[in-house]
């Protein structure tokens, strides 16, 4: 069965515009669990956006499958990572005028702070995923820093408008699949996912994880976290049915 974690982010981006006290991302990731998410995704940014220390230490505390702590690979927040010490921590790519992440980590050309912070990480105890797109090089080199998975940023498939699109989309992400694959990488997949795109990707061999937030809780608002979390896990399982 294919792993859903959801990503509570958004959650907190509504706490933070009036800059309260709710709503409280722990309170949603124990409702998300409830609701059957096999772990809870966060991103902790320099810039603190959304997501708060204060959120990560008592989401460490309370959730107790899986914590991915998304991050930049930058020191003070893989301190933070080290002494929290989350089930996973994603790599990712972060600039502070972007809405949400665009695109996937240059691991070719950031090697070298990449390399640091997975080594750092993996010191620790933490299983180290990079985010990134779905290209062979950027595969590759994720395996040869040491990383153990990595999440292949399904952005540019989220948001074709044609099936001929989506399908040539569908198609560069089942390749970058199977060559993750076969350099022994864990696979997951993410970003800009919803109920009506998701089954296609849980027939791609080899996925392990899908991390879908904004969808995921612009449906809570209408009926709920449980509920919406709990309509995504059916999709998700109706199509690996499907497949079968």
Same mark, same amino acid.
Not at 32 to 50: C, F, K, M, P, Q
């Given at each position: /069965? %294919?792993?859903?974690?959801?990503? %509570?982010?958004h959650?907190?981006?509504?706490?933070?515009?009036?800059?309260?006290?709710?709503p $409280?991302?722990?309170?949603?990731?124990?409702? #998300?669990?409830?609701?059957?998410? *096999?772990?809870?995704?966060?991103?902790? =940014?320099?810039d603190?956006?959304?997501?708060? $220390?204060?959120d990560?230490?008592?989401?460490?505390?309370?959730?107790?499958?899986?914590l991915?702590?998304? /991050?930049?690979?930058?020191?003070a927040?893989?301190?933070i990572?080290?002494?929290?010490?989350? *089930?996973?921590?994603?790599?990712?790519?972060?600039?502070r005028?972007?809405l949400?992440?665009?695109?996937?980590? *240059?691991?070719?050309?950031?090697? $070298?702070?990449?390399?640091?912070?997975?080594?750092?990480?993996?010191?620790?105890?933490?299983?180290v995923?990079?985010?990134?797109?779905? *290209?062979?090089?950027?595969?590759?080199? #994720?395996?040869?820093l040491?990383? /153990? #998975?990595?999440?292949?940023?399904?952005a540019?498939?989220?948001?074709?408008?044609?099936?001929?699109?989506?399908?040539?989309?569908?198609?560069?992400?089942?390749?970058?699949?199977a060559?993750?694959?076969q350099?022994?990488?864990?696979?997951?997949?993410?970003?800009?996912?919803?109920?009506t795109?998701?089954?296609?990707?849980? =027939?791609?061999?080899?996925?392990?994880?899908l991390?879908?937030?904004?969808?995921i809780?612009?449906?809570a608002?209408?009926?709920?976290?449980? =509920?919406?979390?709990?309509? /995504?896990?059916?999709?998700?399982?109706?199509?690996?049915?499907?497949? =079968?």
């Amino acid at each position: /069965m %294919i792993r859903l974690g959801v990503n %509570i982010d958004h959650v907190a981006t509504v706490r933070q515009a009036r800059r309260a006290l709710e709503p $409280d991302p722990v309170a949603a990731a124990v409702l #998300a669990l409830l609701g059957g998410s *096999d772990g809870i995704t966060v991103h902790l =940014r320099e810039d603190r956006r959304h997501i708060q $220390d204060r959120d990560v230490r008592l989401l460490r505390q309370i959730v107790t499958q899986r914590l991915n702590l998304e /991050m930049a690979a930058v020191e003070a927040i893989v301190g933070i990572a080290c002494e929290i010490k989350p *089930d996973e921590a994603t790599l990712v790519p972060e600039r502070r005028q972007e809405l949400t992440t665009e695109g996937g980590l *240059d691991v070719v050309a950031n090697q $070298d702070a990449v390399g640091r912070a997975v080594e750092r990480l993996l010191g620790a105890g933490i299983e180290v995923a990079l985010f990134i797109d779905p *290209d062979p090089r950027q595969i590759e080199k #994720a395996r040869l820093l040491g990383a /153990m #998975a990595v999440e292949i940023q399904t952005a540019r498939y989220s948001e074709t408008r044609s099936a001929a699109e989506r399908q040539r989309e569908l198609s560069a992400l089942e390749e970058a699949a199977a060559f993750a694959r076969q350099q022994g990488l864990h696979l997951h997949l993410g970003h800009g996912l919803t109920y009506t795109n998701v089954q296609p990707l849980c =027939r791609i061999a080899g996925v392990e994880e899908l991390n879908i937030g904004h969808s995921i809780v612009a449906r809570a608002v209408l009926v709920g976290l449980e =509920r919406a979390v709990r309509e /995504m896990k059916e999709a998700i399982r109706l199509a690996e049915e499907t497949h =079968r």
